[in-house]
């Protein structure tokens, strides 16, 4: 059975086609081995070509699948020490130990943790996701600001709209951010919602 298992797990870390079904297929039993593979609880030797940024997105990707069949085991197994790939995750797990963990995050002294913890509380709701998104609009890290602000239009777009406008007379701005603010201002005044990836 494990060996079922590793190869499809293999076949995940490649990027088969249909690869992702069949890890969902596995149901919890494939994420627990996912789990132990990818927090080094477990040893195999996986049949895969995937090497380098490819291999790396790959255990991503299985982790995240694996989190979502299972997210009880997810949240119980994390590390203590949690990584932005489990930061992302956490964004689609609803649960409040997820939230709380995001909220910790979004004050992390790394910029990288904090700005993927205020994406990734922009997908709950509750009083302390909104709290910790309203503390990040004061970051002192423009990156940061601006997830924010997108957070905050997403649900309310008029005043996201006045947060853009703002955002956008700062000093300090890099040509990305601005161009990315304006992008998502456009939207605003047009009165349309902003895509997901709006530039």
């Given at each position: 059975?494990?060996?079922?298992?590793?190869?499809?797990?293999?076949?995940?870390?490649?990027?088969?086609?249909?690869?992702d079904?069949?890890?969902?297929?596995?149901?919890?039993?494939?994420?627990?081995r996912?789990f132990?593979?990818?927090?080094?609880?477990?040893?195999a030797?996986?049949?895969?070509?995937?090497?380098?940024?490819?291999?790396?997105?790959?255990w991503?990707?299985?982790?995240?699948?694996?989190?979502?069949?299972?997210p009880?085991?997810?949240?119980?197994?994390?590390?203590?020490?949690?990584?932005?790939t489990?930061?992302?995750?956490?964004?689609?797990?609803?649960?409040?130990?997820?939230?709380?963990?995001?909220?910790?995050?979004?004050?992390?002294?790394?910029?990288?943790?904090?700005?993927?913890?205020?994406?990734?509380?922009?997908?709950?709701?509750?009083?302390?996701?909104?709290?910790?998104?309203?503390?990040?609009l004061?970051d002192v890290?423009?990156?940061?600001?601006?997830?924010a602000i997108?957070c905050?239009?997403?649900?309310?777009?008029?005043?996201?709209?006045?947060?853009y406008?703002?955002?956008?007379?700062?000093?300090?701005?890099?040509?990305?951010?601005?161009?990315?603010?304006r992008?998502?201002?456009s939207?605003?005044?047009?009165?349309?919602?902003?895509?997901?990836?709006?530039?």
């Amino acid at each position: 059975m494990i060996d079922g298992l590793d190869a499809v797990i293999a076949r995940v870390l490649d990027w088969e086609p249909g690869a992702d079904e069949a890890l969902i297929a596995a149901g919890p039993t494939g994420a627990r081995r996912v789990f132990d593979l990818y927090y080094g609880r477990a040893t195999a030797n996986l049949a895969t070509s995937a090497t380098g940024r490819d291999l790396g997105d790959g255990w991503s990707a299985a982790l995240h699948i694996a989190a979502l069949v299972a997210p009880e085991e997810f949240l119980a197994q994390m590390p203590s020490r949690v990584g932005t790939t489990e930061i992302v995750i956490l964004g689609d797990i609803n649960d409040p130990r997820a939230t709380r963990i995001l909220c910790e995050q979004a004050r992390h002294e790394d910029f990288l943790h904090r700005v993927n913890a205020v994406r990734a509380l922009a997908k709950h709701t509750g009083r302390a996701s909104r709290e910790a998104v309203e503390r990040a609009l004061a970051d002192v890290d423009l990156v940061v600001r601006s997830a924010a602000i997108r957070c905050v239009a997403d649900t309310d777009p008029s005043r996201g709209r006045t947060l853009y406008e703002a955002f956008l007379e700062e000093p300090s701005l890099t040509p990305l951010l601005r161009q990315e603010a304006r992008r998502a201002l456009s939207y605003l005044r047009e009165g349309t919602p902003i895509p997901p990836q709006p530039w």
